[in-house]
Antibody
Framework: QLQLQESGPGLVKPSETLSLTCTVS??????????WGWIRQPPGKGLEWIGN???????YYNPSLKSRVTISDDRSKNQFSLKLSSVTAADTAVYYC???????????WGQGTLVTVSS | EIVLTQSPGILSLSPGERATLSCRAS???????LAWYQQKPGQAPRLLIY???TRATGIPDRFSGSGSGTDFTLTISRLEPEDFAVYFC??????????FGGGTKVEIK
């Protein structure tokens, strides 16, 4: 059974960089059938797609976040990561990692991790 | 960017009733590339439907999806107590750009 687990600091200061890692078990991120993605959800609000990474390291980002986002992977550890720079309070959210079926819909999700931006 | 608008924002119903949730797109969604998710408090979303009408693995047949173009519907034929949750639609017709709707909360009346 595929499982995803987010990890990283729960508190980030304004203007700093948010960094999260998603560890995948029960499957390989090197699969050519799947993308791997990040989604976030501010408290009490809806879902926002952040970006995806695919097999060869190709990345696709939400245009509204593109200037601040970097998604990378480490296939030796079966992990992929998110970096979001210059954060503000508006970036406070639960961050989810997920498997993306052929870059389309999200079929497996991590449990999510709350990141709060505050000094 | 395709904007998805879900209505109503809140749907108050009793167990056993039929729920009809709407997702309207700002432009036509290519090839019915639309998914639905269920989210319960404190949990990650769960995929219910993809391709507008195909149920994901393990999803009960009381959940059904329909629609095409700009108008899509998620129907829960008879609400069970565990179905009270928030539901989101998501389009992937403009992949790699993906967007979600704002959600509909189905609450107990």
């Amino acid at each position: 059974q595929l499982q995803l687990q987010e990890s990283g600091p729960g508190l980030v200061k304004p203007s700093e960089t948010l960094s999260l890692t998603c560890t995948v078990s029960g499957g390989s991120i090197s699969s050519t059938s799947h993308f791997w993605g990040w989604i976030r959800q501010p408290p009490g609000k809806g879902l926002e797609w952040i970006g995806n990474i695919f097999n060869s390291g190709s990345t696709y980002y939400n245009p509204s976040l593109k200037s601040r986002v970097t998604i990378s992977d480490d296939r030796s550890k079966n992990q992929f990561s998110l970096k979001l720079s210059s954060v503000t309070a508006a970036d406070t959210a639960v961050y989810y990692c997920a498997r993306v079926w052929f870059g389309s819909y999200f079929d497996y999700w991590g449990q999510g991790t709350l990141v709060t931006v505050s000094s | 960017e395709i904007v998805l608008t879900q209505s109503p924002g809140i749907l108050s119903l009793s167990p056993g009733e039929r729920a009809t949730l709407s997702c309207r797109a700002s432009q036509s969604v290519y090839d019915r590339y639309l998914a639905w998710y269920q989210q319960k408090p404190g949990q990650a979303p769960r995929l219910l439907i993809y391709g507008a009408s195909t149920r994901a693995t393990g999803i009960p047949d009381r959940f059904s999806g329909s629609g095409s173009g700009t108008d899509f519907t998620l129907t829960i034929s008879r609400l069970e107590p565990e179905d009270f949750a928030v539901y989101f639609c998501q389009q992937y017709g403009s992949a790699p750009a993906l967007t979600f709707g704002g959600g509909t909360k189905v609450e107990i009346k």
